[in-house]
């Protein structure tokens, strides 16, 4: 691993506010760039925004009008840019279980410090299935934490991790949080610990130098990042008066696949 290449990954990465009426910025989680390479000149990239779409929703699965995204700067500082989703086209996946959003995202590129993950760098089922991508390949990703966001500039934290299952069927999946009935998934699960605020990172698959077959890169994009997993337990108190329950993180992320946002 290069230093070179996390630096990359890392600019890949921007945060996502909401501004309340305080106007106070709110860390709602991550997001990323990707770059799908233009038909006609194949010099240019179209450029988009990734997260998922938990991100820009409240409770009742609205999308927020406005949020921003705070973005480094070329002279070692950052900005926040307002994005109203209500103005600009949202692209989803036709399955609604597919927690992914993007949109077009075109700024001045030589103010703003970023990178984008190239269109050949996505992974689909054929690269999976032509990889031998299993339970034996490790992972980072890249995402916001909350008790240090970056007071000059975004401050994104590298997690590693195993891939845990690539299953063939859907996962079920609870919202915890959010007292909503479980729904089945198509999603990687992760051996790595994830939290909030990490919802949209860039997931990726790392391959080192000895795994056979052999990648052309050493980073492919392997999804998004969307959820862990957490079990409550009752909260033994004889005095209470109504049950309590601690909510505890089990270690294993959910990542939508990046099969997914290829599709989209």
């Given at each position: 691993m290069t230093e070179s290449v996390l630096s990359q990954i890392k600019k890949c990465v921007t945060f996502i506010y909401l501004k309340d009426s305080d106007r106070t910025y709110l860390p709602l989680g991550t997001g990323f760039f990707v770059g799908i390479r233009a038909k006609l000149r194949k010099r240019m990239y179209h450029q988009y925004l990734v997260t998922c779409k938990h991100v820009l929703q409240d409770v009742d699965g609205n999308f927020f009008p406005i949020v921003s995204i705070r973005i480094n700067t070329t002279d070692?500082?950052?900005?926040?840019?307002?994005?109203?989703?209500?103005?600009?086209?949202?692209?989803?996946?036709?399955?609604?279980?597919?927690?992914?959003?993007?949109?077009?995202?075109?700024v001045d590129e030589k103010a703003l410090d970023y990178v984008m993950i190239p269109d050949d760098l996505i992974t689909t089922k054929e690269t999976i299935q032509k990889l031998k991508i299993d339970e034996c390949d490790d992972v980072l990703f890249a995402g916001l934490f909350e008790s240090h966001m970056g007071q000059k500039r975004n401050q994104p934290i590298i997690r590693h991790g195993k891939v845990a299952l690539i299953s063939d069927e859907k996962v079920e999946f609870e919202e915890v949080y959010a007292e909503k009935p479980s729904k089945f998934v198509d999603v990687y699960l992760l051996e790595c610990t994830a939290f909030g605020?990490?919802?949209?990172?860039?997931?990726?698959?790392?391959?080192?130098?000895?795994?056979?077959?052999?990648?052309?890169?050493?980073?492919?994009?392997?999804?998004?990042?969307?959820?862990?997993?957490?079990?409550?337990?009752?909260?033994?108190?004889?005095?209470?008066e109504s049950e309590l329950y601690s909510l505890q993180n089990v270690g294993i992320a959910a990542v939508t696949p990046s099969y997914q946002l290829y599709d989209i």
């Open positions: 070692g500082s950052s900005k926040f840019i307002e994005i109203p989703t209500k103005e600009i086209p949202m692209l989803t996946h036709k399955d609604d279980s597919v927690d992914i959003a993007v949109f077009p995202f075109s605020g990490n919802s949209g990172s860039p997931v990726f698959f790392e391959f080192h130098k000895d795994r056979k077959p052999k990648p052309k890169k050493e980073f492919y994009l392997a999804g998004v990042m969307t959820a862990f997993f957490s079990y409550s337990s009752e909260i033994p108190n004889l005095k209470r």
